[in-house]
């Protein structure tokens, strides 16, 4: 049905079309560019009805009156402004408007209390969601608004959502929406961002969550059981002496039992990532970058039991990725009698960490490297600059001769 370049015209005097036992109408890709305002008007048996992708710029007043219709596609009409009222639509149960052009939610949206998916992703000029108008959607399943901002407690009265993707404005909303769960589970899958319009596209994991240019100094946080885990430009002034420190990243080990992937990025203030006992033991990859102030990656914090001459081990051990770039203040990974022991490490990068003189990480893969160099469990590191390498330490005697030949430098 591609190209058709379908109008649906019809001469005043013929009445619309009268299909009343009509059910389907698929519509979707015919280049229709516009509806017939009375088109709708005898097709009352009409259940779903398909028009997306079409360069449509109005709907006609006559779907606000298909009160059997379960499903209205809209998505991809890029010219589309505005949607007829959905007020008697009392048992619409899908309603798609993704990469539409409206600039406000359906009229009468609030009252299609069968909605069990609504989609309102990539809609530029839809900032947000009034508050209370999906309060009473309490059959929605799947909310998928991308970008727009929605309400943390009206979020969280949706007993029966499984999939949600959308923007809450700030931490205290991420903080009502997991309060108002009241000990439910959370959503099967979940991208969640918190503040400003982020950038990251590639998300690996189906539990995501990102902060962009967050207060968190001033906010607890509240985190559920995320896999991934972004932050970016956040102001997160915490001490070791600060009770907040332990509150950052590591609330208890069980909030953060599934954690997978953490970046942060452009966290001026953050001095610390880790205490000792709450590194969330199934991450596969940890990168942080640009953050001036960051001294160390496992800290210990005030009171910490530990004696003077026994090693520490940290264990990570499904870590793949190991990155650290652009942190001039950075002086080490852990404390000096302490070691990371990462059997899976497949990448290290260190770029501009001009103060680290140490890397502290127990790789049981060296043995095997110097039995089987190009074997599988080879990491790959990268540097910059390359002058760095001759001055770190590492505590594996044999590490330096024994990893550089797969060396490389970052671009």
Known sequence: ????????????EIL???????????????????????FFKHMHGLKILDLSANPIKNLPDSIANLKNLTALLLRHCRSLEKVPSLSKLKVLKELNLEATSIKEIPCGMEN????????????????????????????LQDLIVGETVISGEDVGGLKKLEILKGRFFDLHNLNAYVQALHGREEPLEYIIRVGERGWVEQINTRKYIELCGCNIYTNQIILPHVEELYIKECNLNCSEGDPRFSRFILISLSTFSSLKFLDIYNCKSIKKLFSPNCLPLNLQELSASECNMLEEIIAIELGWNQSE??????????????????LPKLKSICSVNGVIVCDSLEIIEVRNCPKLKRMPLNLSQLDNIRLQPSGPLSPLICIKPEEWWESVEWDHPNAKSILEPLLRSCW
């Open 1 to 12: 049905m591609e190209n058709w370049g379908l109008q649906l015209p019809y001469p005043l």
């Open 16 to 38: 619309p079309p009268k299909c009343p036992m009509l059910t389907t109408l698929l519509f979707s890709g015919c280049n229709i560019q516009s509806i017939p305002e009375g």
């Open 112 to 139: 299609l209390l069968k909605l069990n998916y609504l989609n309102l992703n990539g809609i530029g000029d839809l900032y947000e969601i009034p508050d209370r108008a999906l309060s009473k959607l309490s059959c």
């Open 309 to 326: 001459k026994a090693t520490m081990e940290f264990h990570l051990p499904q870590l793949r990725l190991f990155s650290l770039w652009n």
